[in-house]
């Protein structure tokens, strides 16, 4: 006997949930470990910026039915149509929203990635000189911005803004940075 079963499934899924999660596991790994921690705080840092748009294409369509037309906004414009659809004054010079332009700068500048040349001078004492004679240690602004400090409060503030935006937005039912939800089941095929 040859039995069948029709399986069925259907996942909802909350991209920028998915990405916040993604960038919280990136954190705790640098923690974790220091050895090449840079590498994840620089990933980190750029899954924030990720769950932080895909949040904003998330409750867009919720509160506008032309979305579609507004959806290729940059995140700072994202933010502003959504922000005076609700009610909700946005201050890009003080936290939590003042994030939104540091982070992007960051995440543009890995996005759209090119070699530079870096420069620089400095006058050392002999004895400085003589513990690390090698060179000078220069470093990009993305590269500078890959610390602990920094990813964790790119995420404190983001998850603020997320959470002003989406009690001003009202949407019922939802909890921010929660899950979608799967469900399915089987049924047996004679």
């Not at 909802?12 to 994840?40: M, N």
């Not at 004492?125 to 602004?141: A, G, I, Q, V």
Request: proline share 4%.
């Amino acid at each position: 006997m040859n039995r069948k079963v029709q399986v069925t499934s259907r996942r909802e899924v909350f991209t920028y949930s998915e990405f916040w999660h993604t960038s919280y596991c990136l954190l705790e790994l640098a923690k974790e470990d220091p050895r090449g921690s840079i590498h994840q705080f620089r990933a980190s840092l750029v899954f924030t910026a990720f769950a932080y748009e895909a949040y904003l294409n998330h409750i867009g369509p919720k509160i506008f039915r032309t979305w579609e037309a507004l959806e290729r906004l940059n995140p700072k414009d994202k933010t502003n149509v959504i922000a005076e659809r609700i009610g909700v004054p946005v201050n890009f010079g003080e936290m939590p929203f003042q994030i939104i332009r540091e982070l992007f700068k960051f995440r543009n500048d890995i996005a759209h990635g090119k070699s530079v040349v870096l420069e620089g001078e400095d006058v050392q004492s002999l004895e400085k000189f003589n513990e690390n004679p090698h060179y000078l240690e220069l470093r990009t602004d993305w590269e500078q911005s890959c610390t602990l400090q920094n990813a964790e409060n790119s995420r404190s503030q983001i998850e603020a803004a997320v959470h002003i935006l989406h009690e001003a937005a009202g949407i019922e039912g939802e909890y921010p940075f929660a899950y979608g939800f799967t469900a399915g089941g089987g049924s047996l095929i004679e």
